[in-house]
């Protein structure tokens, strides 16, 4: 399974503005942080912004800010939020389904159950876990060595 980079970069601007709370972040920090587009992440921030997970300030001294206690966002919800689809393989749609193999496979069963899985896993964790006191370094620092839509706002907040 693959996620999104829509996906993958909305966790990145949560976690970067998490980590930087007592300041207003700009799209091209943001940008020029991840190397990404600034399109894409004022896409992304506008989209967060409208479900009231940032505050945006336009103008000089404007940018984005987390207006939710990191704790109070759970990963699980975000990935929900962002993915639109978890067809792992084919039968999982039924209306598109072709395999002549779905009347007596049992694959789409360990599927379902692995994805249940993943996700429950992504559920134990809250933003505030992804900056937490005690990491190496600041996520989004430069690093040392280089390797070569959506549900409402309330579905994003932690569960109980």
Same mark, same amino acid.
């Given at each position: 399974m693959r996620l999104?980079?829509y996906?993958?970069?909305?966790?990145?601007?949560?976690?970067?503005?998490?980590?930087h709370r007592e300041?207003r972040?700009?799209?091209?920090?943001l940008?020029?942080?991840?190397?990404l587009s600034?399109?894409?992440?004022?896409?992304?921030?506008?989209?967060?912004?409208?479900?009231?997970?940032?505050e945006? !300030?336009?103008?000089r &001294?404007? +940018?984005v800010?987390?207006? =939710?206690e990191p704790? #109070? *966002?759970?990963i699980?919800?975000?990935?929900?939020?962002?993915?639109?689809d978890?067809?792992?393989?084919?039968c999982f749609?039924?209306?598109?389904?072709?395999?002549?193999?779905?009347?007596?496979?049992?694959?789409?069963?360990?599927?379902?159950?692995?994805?249940?899985?993943?996700?429950?896993?992504l559920?134990?964790?809250?933003l !505030?876990?992804?900056v &937490?006191? +005690?990491?190496?370094?600041? =996520?989004?620092a430069? #690093? *040392?060595i280089?390797?070569?839509?959506?549900?409402?706002?309330?579905a994003?907040?932690?569960?109980?």
């Amino acid at each position: 399974m693959r996620l999104a980079n829509y996906t993958d970069y909305t966790l990145r601007v949560l976690m970067y503005c998490a980590q930087h709370r007592e300041r207003r972040v700009t799209i091209a920090e943001l940008a020029q942080t991840h190397s990404l587009s600034k399109n894409h992440l004022m896409k992304i921030v506008n989209d967060l912004a409208r479900h009231g997970l940032l505050e945006t !300030a336009r103008g000089r &001294g404007g +940018g984005v800010r987390l207006l =939710l206690e990191p704790a #109070a *966002i759970g990963i699980g919800a975000v990935v929900r939020w962002c993915e639109s689809d978890f067809r792992m393989v084919e039968c999982f749609d039924e209306n598109s389904n072709t395999c002549r193999l779905t009347a007596a496979c049992r694959l789409k069963n360990l599927f379902q159950r692995a994805l249940a899985s993943w996700l429950r896993e992504l559920d134990t964790a809250t933003l !505030a876990d992804l900056v &937490g006191e +005690g990491a190496a370094e600041p =996520l989004g620092a430069p #690093a *040392i060595i280089s390797l070569s839509r959506r549900p409402a706002a309330t579905a994003v907040l932690a569960h109980g």
